[in-house]
């Protein structure tokens, strides 16, 4: 088995790395989770390929970029998708989330809390929403329960921490009211013996301070 | 025979790195393009109200990394192994970032707020990103990205620094000669040269 060290900061526990974490968890493979405080990031930043994290080193050598990781350690660990197709669905998923967490990122760090309320507002209502109809509407088309194919892939693992290790615990399952099949599967995710162990390992040792 | 359509708009943006895939490879495909103004016509029809989407006969695939790769995967380039596969995924995941990066840029109305955060990305953003990538492409020593031969990432690159050097001038490569030569080389190549000169003027 190969020596994965991964390496992020140690704060927020939704961000970039999180979903390599579940990836790596799920499969029952031991990894390093590396975190590292703010202040050591400019001495670490040069020593990574593109002056980002996360990276993950696997037996010396360094790969960048967290989809990258993801996709990497899914295709490992036999949860990218049965065959080329669904391996290319399963990244058509994982960038959709992607691209949600690089837009969730403007109300995120917005610092006035008026201003904070109504881009999040504004984020639930003109991004989330229409996405989550869609995905809705392809869970049903698949009718499996999964994204893709008929089992898990990095994909659900994906959607799961999204909007429910992140969305969900910050707003409430309001906003899955209509979506009842995407809101099955990330329960059904939430469940899974080993994304329960993990995340019970990692809020009791990675205690979030409340934003 | 597989039945490819790229449905996107009639521009280059985030639709060109699948033609170009295409286009190296000489695989035959159907370049849907619209105008802008057509949008709300094709919307609806799209997986997640995003285009590229790649019809592979007629079963959707959208967001547009997925696709490229899938097609470099499908026509021989992506990578030799699952390890240079996986670098020219990182590099590609690069040239999606500087992408998103120019949004706010091509948005920006005012021609003074523009230069100004113009400038600011290409030395914020652009610039270092530039520093580590000559040194990744001497350090590979190929004058390629990954590997010894071609990859989507080389197009990747080329597909992105072409239209800067366009719009911005040469001296956006003045401090990456490795670069250069490399987004040069593809610009050589038969089958790119002839698509560019035969392919729809778009001002993105």
Not at chain 1, 43 to 51: C, L, M
Not at chain 2, 115 to 135: A, C, D, G, R, Y
Request: proline content about 5%; hydrophobic content about 40%; aromatic content about 12%.
């Amino acid at each position: 088995m190969p020596v994965y060290k991964l390496h992020y900061f140690n704060n927020p526990r939704q961000g970039r790395a999180e979903l390599s974490r579940l990836i790596l968890s799920q499969a029952g493979v031991e990894f390093q989770d590396i975190r590292f405080a703010h202040c050591e990031w400019p001495a670490i930043k040069p020593t990574t390929p593109f002056g980002h994290v996360p990276i993950l080193e696997v037996d010396g050598r360094v790969l960048a970029q967290s989809n990258t990781i993801a996709r990497y350690l899914a295709k490992k660990h036999g949860l990218a998708g049965q065959d080329e197709w669904e391996e290319a669905l399963a990244d058509m998923y994982a960038d959709n989330i992607h691209d949600l967490l690089n837009a969730v990122a403007v109300p995120f760090v917005e610092k006035d809390p008026v201003k904070k309320k109504e881009l999040y507002q504004n984020f639930m209502r003109i991004t989330i929403a229409p996405h989550v109809a869609a995905v809705e509407k392809q869970l049903k088309k698949n009718n499996t329960g999964y994204l893709v194919g008929n089992q898990l892939t990095w994909a659900d693992l994906a959607y799961y921490a999204y909007f429910s290790d992140f969305l969900e615990v910050k707003f409430g399952s309001a906003f899955l009211k209509a979506a009842p099949r995407l809101k099955a599967l990330i329960d059904r995710v939430k469940a899974l013996p080993n994304v329960q162990k993990w995340t019970a390992y990692r809020d009791a040792t990675y205690p979030e301070d409340k934003e | 025979m597989v039945h490819y359509k790229l449905i996107y708009f009639n521009l280059r943006g985030r639709g060109e790195l699948a033609r170009l895939i295409l286009h190296h490879q000489e695989v035959a495909f159907e370049d849907f393009r619209f105008e802008r103004e057509e949008w709300t016509k094709y919307k609806t029809g799209t997986p997640f109200g995003q285009v590229p989407v790649l019809e592979v006969d007629g079963k959707p695939l959208a967001q547009s990394n997925a696709i490229a790769r899938y097609l470099a995967r499908q026509h021989g380039l992506a990578g030799q192994n699952e390890w240079e596969q996986s670098q020219a995924d990182m590099y590609v995941d690069c040239i999606y970032d500087l992408i998103s990066g120019t949004r706010p840029i091509i948005h920006e109305s005012d021609k003074e707020k523009q230069k100004e955060i113009l400038q600011k990305f290409l030395k914020e953003t652009v610039n270092p990103h530039l520093e580590k990538l000559e040194q990744q492409l001497i350090k590979n020593g190929t004058g390629f990205l990954v590997g010894k031969s071609i990859t989507w990432a080389d197009l990747a690159y080329y597909s992105f620094f072409s239209p800067m050097t366009e719009r911005f001038g040469d001296s956006v490569m003045d401090n990456s000669p490795h670069l250069k030569k490399l987004v040069e080389h593809v610009a050589n190549i038969p089958q790119i040269k002839k698509y560019v000169e035969t392919r729809p003027k778009t001002t993105l």
